[in-house]
């Protein structure tokens, strides 16, 4: 078996050059620790919001966690090795998450039906409870947005040494990152399927969202100027991860652009958080909206079997602000969360530095061949 390891410093930076090994190829990784965010202001704050978040999620997994809605996955979504082989690593809410044992991918192993699941995010409250401040919007846009367009920017210019034509945004959701791009003056489109999404866009950044299917509509962008195409917190959400990557490949093979992903990381502090408060979750491993929990091998497995090397990672989260959650929740205990939130982002700028981070983004470049190995 082909090994897969990292070199990495003994000194960890919060940005330095690793060298990554997978199936026998040799990768220069820039990888960055960390991103600084004033987490309280762009999420809510009190026991009394998050037992209300917990008491939603709970309603919601009852409502949609039917056996008329669910399907049993029965491969893996990245190798496609049969799941009789994978073993149950947590259950949340009650619904088991399993472990692929080629692969190390993280699935949810009966999850909503591809249909169900669109009707959900089409559905879901998420756009009207988080985002209808104008306050939070621009935090949002500033705090999150702005901070990922910057990395976008200096990566491609590392590797490209200019800024890209136009960006593609899949599963631009309320359009906060096409807005951030425009207002950069950079070309930027974003794709959405949920309404809700696409409204909240046109009201508030006055950008209209294409309503198309990635999987299904990509074939109209691959003679396109796209030479960036990026899914921020998307493919865990998608029966097909690996499809559309390999759609991202066709959009992006001929210019030799590059895909940005962004997705919640299995081998995480908060992981291990979530395992001790199983019926307390709501973000993270979201048993309704998150299906798929990539570790670091299987996104960039899945990067390399669609013609994309790896060329940049970022490791930051909300671990952390998921300790005081879960905590100050269960003994139901507002002072533990005073103290402790003066020190979120010290903690986990630590936790960063470890590698222990909730969320990682990653960037690949178009190979002129994909290899289909996995
Ligand atoms: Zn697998």
Redesign the pocket.
């Known amino acids: 078996m082909m090994q897969n390891f990292r070199q990495i410093p003994l000194v960890a930076h919060s940005c330095q050059m690793e060298k990554w090994f997978l199936a026998g190829n040799e990768y220069k990784v820039q990888v960055t620790h960390g991103k600084p965010i004033d987490i309280l202001t762009v999420k809510k704050n009190t026991i009394e919001d998050f037992a209300h978040s917990v008491h939603k999620k709970k309603e919601s997994v009852k409502l949609w966690l039917n056996t008329e809605n669910l399907e049993k996955v029965e491969l893996?979504p990245?190798?496609k090795?049969g799941t009789d082989s994978a073993s149950e690593v947590v259950k949340i809410h009650g619904q088991p998450y399993y472990q692929?044992t080629?692969?190390s991918?993280c699935f949810l192993l009966r999850r909503l039906s591809k249909n169900k699941l669109e009707e959900y995010f089409k559905h879901d409250e998420y756009y009207r409870a988080t985002y209808t401040d104008n306050k939070i919007i621009q935090a949002r846009v500033n705090q999150v947005s702005v901070p990922k367009l910057e990395w976008v920017l200096k990566e491609f210019g590392r590797i490209y040494h200019r800024r890209p034509e136009a960006i593609l945004d899949v599963g631009a959701g309320a359009g906060h990152f096409v807005y951030a791009c425009r207002k950069r003056g950079i070309s930027a489109d974003g794709i959405e399927i949920s309404q809700q999404g696409i409204e909240f866009c046109r009201n508030n950044f006055g950008i209209e969202l294409m309503n198309k299917d990635f999987l299904s509509d990509s074939g109209e962008f691959n003679d396109s100027d796209y030479d960036v195409v990026t899914f921020w917190g998307v493919l865990e959400c998608v029966p097909y991860p690996q499809e559309m990557i390999k759609a991202a490949y066709r959009v992006l093979s001929k210019k030799k652009g590059m895909v940005i992903v962004e997705v919640p990381r299995w081998n995480s502090f908060s992981t291990a958080i979530q395992k001790t408060f199983p019926d307390s979750v709501v973000r993270h491993l979201d048993p309704i909206g998150h299906i798929q929990i990539f570790t670091d091998f299987?996104l960039s497995g899945c990067f390399r079997k669609n013609g994309f090397d790896i060329v940049a990672a970022w490791y930051f989260g909300m671990d952390i602000y998921e300790l005081v959650s879960q905590t100050s929740f269960a003994l139901q205990n507002n002072e533990t969360r005073e103290i402790l939130k003066r020190v979120i982002n010290s903690l986990q700028e630590q936790l960063d530095a470890g590698k222990l981070s909730d969320e990682m983004i990653f960037a690949g470049v178009a190979k002129s061949q994909a290899n289909e190995t996995f």
Request: overall charge positive; proline content about 0%.
């Open positions: 893996c990245l190798c090795t692929c080629k692969c991918h299987s």
